[in-house]
C-alpha cells in the first residue's frame, strides 16, 4: 500500500530510505502547486534544498475527480527529455525516484522565487517573460514534431483523457448543451493532430520566476499530441485575467500577443520540412485550431470541474459570452480574438 508523504513525516521517511544523514538538520514545507498532487520543499542546513512530489488517486476540487496514480512516471520522463528540448535549468533535474510509493525528488528552485500567477493577478506586467515563453513552447513542439520515440512513449492518452479532455471539455457540455456536437468535433479533431510533445498544464502557476531565469514545473498531462491544446489553454489563463481586469485587462490581451508573436517566429530554431502534416503546425492551420482549444478552456474555467477563483459572477457571464462567441462566429485568426476581448472589455 502507498505510504502518503506529508510535511509532517517526510522528513522521517528521507532518514529511512537514505536520502537524508540520521543526524541531519532539514525542514519541511508543503507547497500550494496545483491540486491532484502533494509537492513538499525541504531545506537543508548544509546541503542543496530539494523538493519530493507524490501522486495524489483524488484530486483536490469541489466536484469528485480521479486520475490513476502511475501519471508521475509520465511526468518524471518528460522532464528528464525536457532538459534536452530547453535551455538549461529552466527544468529541475530529477534527484531520486520511488516506485513503490509514486514519488520523486527534483532541484529545489531559489525559495525567493515569484509564480508568474501571482505576479499577474497582482498587475505586474513582463513582456520579456510571455516572449520566453512562446520561445519554450514552440521550442518544445517544433523539436519533437512526428518524433517516432516519442510517440511510442506517450502516445497514451488516459491521463490526459481523466485531467484534460473529460473535466475540462465533456464536462462543460452540462451546462451548454447546444455545443456538445462541436465539443465532440473538437476532441476528435484534437486526436487526428497527433504532432508532437504537448504539456497540457503550461500555464501561470506552473512557472516560477528567479532573477536568474523562467522555470517550468508540472508535467503530468504530457503527451504526443495536438500543439494547439497547448496554446489554447495557455493563452486561457492571460485572457481570464484580462476579464479579470476588466477595462485594464489589455495588458493581458498584449502578454497574449507578444506570446502568441515568440511562438510563431522561433520557427528558425526547429524549422520543419514542407509538407501537409508540417501544415498543422503552421498559420493558418495551427491559429484556427488554438481558437477552438482557447474558447473550450476558457469555458472550462467557469463550467468545469477545475474553476478558477479570482473571477466575479459577471465576469463569470463575460467569459461564457466571450468564448461561445469563438465557436458560434469564430475569428478568422487569434489577433482577431484578442482584438475581440479588447473591444469588449473597454466598450
Avoid at 465539443?183 to 501561470?204: K, N, Q, T
Avoid at 511562438?263 to 501544415?279: D, N
Wanted: glycine share 4%; aromatic share 10%; net charge negative.
Amino acid at each position: 500500500m502507498e505510504r502518503e508523504i506529508t510535511a509532517e513525516n517526510v522528513i522521517e521517511y528521507l532518514r529511512e530510505q537514505g536520502q537524508l544523514e540520521p543526524d541531519e538538520q532539514a525542514d519541511a514545507e508543503a507547497l500550494a502547486w496545483g491540486v491532484s498532487n502533494i509537492v513538499i520543499r525541504i531545506d537543508r542546513a548544509a546541503d542543496a534544498d530539494f523538493v519530493i512530489k507524490q501522486s495524489r488517486k483524488q484530486l483536490r476540487t469541489q466536484a469528485e475527480w480521479f486520475s490513476q496514480l502511475e501519471r508521475i512516471w509520465r511526468e518524471l520522463e518528460v522532464m528528464q527529455e525536457l532538459e534536452q528540448l530547453l535551455p538549461a535549468g529552466v527544468v529541475p533535474r530529477v534527484l531520486f525516484e520511488d516506485r513503490d510509493n509514486y514519488l520523486f525528488a527534483m532541484e529545489a528552485i531559489a525559495a525567493d522565487h515569484r509564480v508568474w500567477k501571482a505576479e499577474l493577478l497582482d498587475g505586474r506586467v513582463n513582456q520579456t517573460v510571455a516572449r520566453e515563453l512562446g520561445s519554450f513552447l514552440s521550442a518544445i513542439h517544433r523539436k519533437s514534431f512526428l518524433k517516432e520515440g516519442y510517440q511510442q512513449r506517450w502516445g497514451d492518452w488516459e491521463i490526459f483523457d481523466q485531467l484534460r479532455i473529460d473535466p475540462f471539455y465533456r464536462f462543460i457540455v452540462r451546462s451548454h448543451p447546444e455545443i456538445k456536437e462541436w465539443v465532440a468535433e473538437l476532441i476528435e479533431e484534437m486526436s487526428a493532430h497527433r504532432l508532437c510533445l504537448v504539456l497540457a498544464d503550461f500555464s501561470p502557476k506552473n512557472i516560477l520566476i528567479t532573477d536568474e531565469q523562467i522555470h517550468l514545473v508540472d508535467f503530468e498531462t504530457a503527451h504526443f499530441g495536438d500543439p494547439a491544446f497547448d496554446l489554447g489553454f495557455f493563452l486561457s489563463h492571460l485572457l481570464l485575467k484580462a476579464i479579470h481586469f476588466q477595462a485594464e485587462g489589455t495588458h493581458c490581451i498584449e502578454l497574449a500577443e507578444t506570446f502568441w508573436e515568440s511562438y510563431l517566429s522561433t520557427e528558425v530554431i526547429a524549422p520543419l520540412e514542407p509538407g501537409p502534416e508540417s501544415a498543422k503546425m503552421e498559420e493558418p492551420q495551427i491559429g484556427q485550431r488554438t481558437i477552438k482549444h482557447l474558447a473550450a478552456c476558457m469555458l472550462a474555467r467557469v463550467d468545469g470541474k477545475s474553476t478558477v477563483d479570482y473571477l466575479s459572477s459577471a465576469q463569470q457571464d463575460q467569459v461564457r459570452s466571450f468564448a461561445l462567441s469563438l465557436i458560434l462566429d469564430a475569428p478568422a485568426s487569434l489577433p482577431q480574438a484578442f482584438q475581440r476581448l479588447r473591444e469588449m472589455l473597454i466598450s
